[in-house]
């Protein structure tokens, strides 16, 4: 049985109970949202830690919001997309660098990261913890003169 649900975008507390025959009960992972993220843009995993980083960004208005969480049987699913600024608001002009971060539970085996907007998905096993982060954007190669 799969439940997809939408979390809050303050910490939250795991709620998973699996019985003998695996039934998943409702899932909120714990999570965070920080303006400020030391993490280099992309999507990251490192000690059961994901970190979905945006990178620079003009102003206050960006950040990242997630959408959905699925989880069946150690395989999870998280969904993300970029919130834009509202054009009706004024925001601080500040730099910022928008980072959401997910805290897995012991014993995940499988993680699949999508963004919502592009489609584009991240795939991630336990092993991939100490591998760098994965680029959100393709990077242009480097001119060398």
Not at 69 to 75: A, E, F, I, S
Request: proline share 10%.
């Amino acid at each position: 049985m799969r439940r997809l649900l939408k979390p809050s975008l303050f910490v939250a507390g795991l709620t998973m109970v699996l019985s003998a025959c695996t039934t998943v009960m409702p899932l909120s992972l714990p999570l965070s949202t920080m303006d400020q993220c030391a993490a280099p843009e992309g999507v990251s995993l490192r000690f059961n830690a994901l970190t979905i980083a945006l990178g620079e960004r003009p102003h206050a208005g960006y950040g990242i919001d997630l959408v959905g969480q699925q989880q069946d049987d150690g395989d999870y699913q998280l969904i993300f997309r970029e919130r834009y600024p509202d054009p009706d608001r004024k925001y601080a002009q500040v730099i910022t660098a928008p980072c959401l971060q997910v805290i897995l539970p012991a014993g995940w085996q499988h993680l699949t990261v999508t963004d919502q907007v592009s489609g584009r998905e991240w795939t991630f096993t336990p092993q991939d913890a100490l591998q760098s982060p994965t680029p959100l954007k393709k990077q242009a190669p480097v001119k060398v003169p």
